[in-house]
């Protein structure tokens, strides 16, 4: 399985983007039996999640992205989307997609991610 992220770019705060994730290599639709998130990484930290979307449609988002980020997915693209808004200088990151990690699956392999730079 591949995960392909894009869409980042430079955007000045107060902005907007919308992130794409290609999966591609799956038999079927992943969506169908994973619960599919963003992922930031910020120079210097941890990697963390900042949206989720479960197999029925339920999604989630960390605080610092509630009301500004929406996660969505196309099951027949195979594609899952991370519209962006309000976006602030600590949303600058390498942002990555992939599923959320269970007691039977762990993380499938990492992509290059995308890099989302938002200046003041």
């Known amino acids: 399985v591949q995960l392909q992220a894009s869409g980042g770019g430079l955007v000045q705060a107060g902005g907007s983007l919308r992130l794409s994730c290609a999966v591609s290599?799956?038999?079927?639709?992943?969506?169908?039996?994973?619960?599919m998130a963003w992922y930031r990484q910020a120079p210097g930290k941890q990697r963390e999640w900042v949206a989720y979307?479960?197999?029925?449609?339920?999604?989630n988002y960390v605080d610092a992205a509630k009301g500004r980020f929406a996660i969505s997915r196309d099951d027949a693209k195979n594609t899952m989307y991370l519209q962006m808004s309000s976006l602030k200088p600590e949303d600058t990151a390498v942002y990555f997609c992939?599923?959320?990690?269970?007691?039977?699956?762990?993380?499938?392999?990492w992509g290059q991610g995308t890099l989302v730079t938002v200046s003041s």
């Open positions: 992939n599923r959320i990690v269970t007691t039977q699956r762990g993380y499938l392999p």
């Open positions: 979307i479960t197999t029925g449609g339920r999604t």
């Open positions: 290599g799956a038999s079927g639709s992943i969506f169908s039996i994973n619960t």
